[in-house]
């Protein structure tokens, strides 16, 4: 692993980290993509640019991705103008202990058994691509800049930073 690719998953994690929930997006057996809100489990993007989520074992969710991995995980905080769009590739893995590192009290109001509730799927995202908006200019200021568009016809520049993050 190099350099670059420490500040990417840096970055990335700095920008979700705050963000309580994220829209968890699988392809459902209709075909049809469906989103649930989930809570990121991990409180940094592990080595292996993973995040990590528990869900209902028994839950359409888990249904999904065990029929196609390929999930969409959205997190978006409009007061601090931070959206982040993550792809990967998800499956429920069995890890006693994965689930013990992850487990905190609130989790309680869905698993009330705790870590060793037989609903409880531990979900594993590998990180494939994230896409990140990350806007750093006060509202006056990109209000200042949209009407200066709408004046002139031409797209607001320069209210903020899009990148890319290929982990794989």
Do not use: C
């Not at 993973?50 to 196609?68: C, G, I, N, P, Y």
């Amino acid at each position: 692993m190099d350099d670059r690719d420490t500040s990417s998953r840096e970055k990335l994690w700095d920008l979700i980290k705050d963000i309580k929930f994220a829209m968890f997006t699988t392809h459902h057996r209709n075909g049809h993509l469906h989103s649930r809100p989930m809570t990121t489990q991990n409180r940094s993007v592990d080595e292996d640019s993973s995040l990590w989520f528990f869900m209902s074992a028994s839950s359409e969710t888990v249904a999904d991705l065990r029929t196609d991995p390929e999930v969409n995980v959205v997190y978006a905080d409009p007061g601090d103008d931070s959206y982040v769009s993550v792809s990967g590739l998800a499956r429920v893995v069995d890890n006693p202990a994965k689930k013990e590192q992850l487990w905190n009290k609130m989790n309680e109001a869905w698993f009330p058994q705790g870590p060793t509730d037989p609903d409880l799927a531990l979900v594993q995202v590998e990180i494939t691509h994230a896409d990140y908006w990350d806007v750093k200019s006060s509202k006056l200021v990109q209000l200042i800049a949209m009407a200066k568009s709408a004046i002139t016809g031409r797209p607001p520049r320069d209210l903020g930073t899009h990148g890319e993050v290929r982990m794989r």
